[in-house]
């Protein structure tokens, strides 16, 4: 397996490209921004994007999906409940930060336990709300993609329209922490860590 991290657009998001070495198949979850060097690694490594997968839909996790979507025809899955802020500039907070801009629509609409082929690796959705009504993690075997639910050392904010602590607080509890603690957390902003350590360490854990 490729896994390649990338810092993007002016918050700093985290966007993953992964992808079965055999076969050259990948997938590129949240690209945030700055699609050049996103589409950069895409061509230098010769790969193939089948799928683009969104945590949630706030601007600084789909920036340059536009541009994405354009050069590589992958098909866009976000979860049901986040769809329309593709579609609303007001949504995923664009018009607050200069932007206001729609995205391209989802081509396929989660809800939560599909299963990815590509190549031989499998994605595995897991519904996870609270930072957005409709944000999910993303299990690839020993790794999970957390997009703004978990952090290395914190947690996702829930301030913005359709966020709630209880709600985040319940998806880590009951969806990740079961996960085993040897599972490597890859999250949407910082530094990855595991399941493991952030029981241990991460203060809005304690509670748990």
């Not at 329309?84 to 664009?94: F, Q, R």
């Not at 997009?147 to 969806?175: C, H, M, N, Q, W």
């Amino acid at each position: 397996m490729f896994v390649k991290r990338l810092s993007v657009g002016p918050l700093e998001a985290n966007c993953y490209i992964v992808s079965d070495k055999k076969t050259g198949e990948a997938v590129v979850i949240d690209p945030g921004g700055d699609a050049d060097k996103i589409l950069d690694v895409i061509k230098s490594k010769d790969l193939k994007v089948k799928y683009i997968i969104l945590t949630h839909g706030h601007i600084d996790h789909i920036g340059a999906l536009n541009e994405i979507k354009k050069a590589t025809n992958a098909k866009i899955a976000i979860h049901e409940k986040d769809a329309n802020m593709l579609l609303s500039p007001e949504d995923d907070l664009s018009i607050y930060v200069g932007g206001g801009f729609a995205q391209t629509p989802a081509d396929i609409f989660l809800k939560g336990g599909e299963r990815f082929k590509v190549g031989d690796l499998t994605f595995e959705i897991i519904h996870t709300p609270g930072h957005t009504p409709g944000g999910i993690s993303i299990r690839v075997d020993g790794m999970l993609f957390t997009g703004d639910t978990l952090f290395a050392g914190s947690v996702g904010r829930t301030d913005f329209p359709g966020g709630s602590y209880d709600e985040l607080i319940k998806s880590i509890k009951e969806k990740l922490l079961p996960l085993g603690d040897d599972i490597s957390i890859l999250p949407g902003h910082g530094e990855a860590s595991d399941i493991g350590f952030e029981k241990r360490t991460n203060p809005f854990l304690a509670e748990i």
